[in-house]
Nanobody, 124 residues
């Protein structure tokens, strides 16, 4: 199992931006899909965005006008650009990777590699 490492979280005010990064430790991405999930306080981990190796992207409806997922295969890194952040975006953001079929892309259980998470707090 590949260990993923996230970075870029922090405490920010509403309306500002953050960019999260995700990279494997010790191995390159071999998975077909890299995704971002978020776990808010008291809530289950939920799907935020995913990107396939070929560049197709998928988003949670509430973030699709504000967040952009990207993947730099040459740098072996995935990103989540988050703009116009809102307090409800607060949570621990996790990077995940796996060979995931399209019908399962929004479900946590089909990803076999995860990071430890990075905290994003949006507060005035």
């Amino acid at each position: 199992q590949v260990q993923l490492v996230e970075s870029g979280g922090g405490l920010v005010q509403p309306g500002t931006s953050l960019r999260l990064s995700c990279a494997p430790s010790g191995h390159s991405f071999s998975a077909s899909v890299v995704a971002w999930f978020r776990q808010a306080p008291g809530m289950e981990r939920e799907f935020i965005a995913a990107i396939r190796r070929g560049g197709f992207t998928y988003y949670k409806d509430s973030v699709k006008d504000r967040f952009v997922i990207s993947r730099d295969n040459a740098k072996n890194t995935a990103y989540l650009q988050m703009d116009s952040l809102k307090p409800e975006d607060t949570g621990v953001y996790y990077c995940a990777a796996g060979n995931v079929i399209l019908s399962e892309i929004r479900r946590t259980r089909t990803y076999n590699s995860w990071g430890q998470g990075t905290q994003v707090t949006v507060s005035p």
